[in-house]
């Protein structure tokens, strides 16, 4: 079982950068890869961003190529999410969790959720 803590999250103005961690304890899989989900108030969670621990494959949201980049630490059982030219579209309560090998972008598709962090953009 694999736990999971999201940090980082908070209050930046349109324009600015955050950068979230999502920290893993117990047993992990490199070949499972750990994918970005977010939530805004009133819609359902979505698919932001995924990489597989060795990082040979990543995978990104249309809404936020060009502007998030998701990496992974895995000496640290880290996986980062480095946001900029953030907006207010962009606040959601930010998740992260275990996908599965052959990797679907979907909710349905990830196990192990944390219990997510709150990134507010004000405009």
């Known amino acids: 079982q694999v736990q999971l803590v999201e940090s980082g999250g908070g209050l930046v103005q349109a324009g600015g950068s955050l950068r979230l961690s999502c920290a893993a304890s117990?047993?992990?899989?490199?070949?499972?890869?750990m994918g970005w989900f977010r939530q805004a108030p009133g819609k359902e969670r979505e698919f932001v961003a995924a990489?597989?621990?060795?990082?040979?494959?990543?995978w990104y949201a249309d809404s936020v190529k060009g502007r998030f980049t998701i990496s992974s630490d895995n000496a640290k059982k880290t996986v980062y999410l480095q946001m900029n030219s953030l907006k207010p579209e962009d606040t959601a309560v930010y998740y992260c969790?275990?996908?599965?090998?052959?990797?679907?972008?979907?909710?349905?598709?990830?196990?192990?959720w944390g219990k997510g962090t709150l990134v507010t953009v004000s405009s």
């Open positions: 990489i597989t621990w060795s990082g040979g494959k990543i």
């Open positions: 969790a275990v996908g599965r090998v052959n990797f679907v972008p979907t909710v349905g598709a990830m196990d192990n």
């Open positions: 117990g047993r992990t899989f490199s070949s499972y890869p």
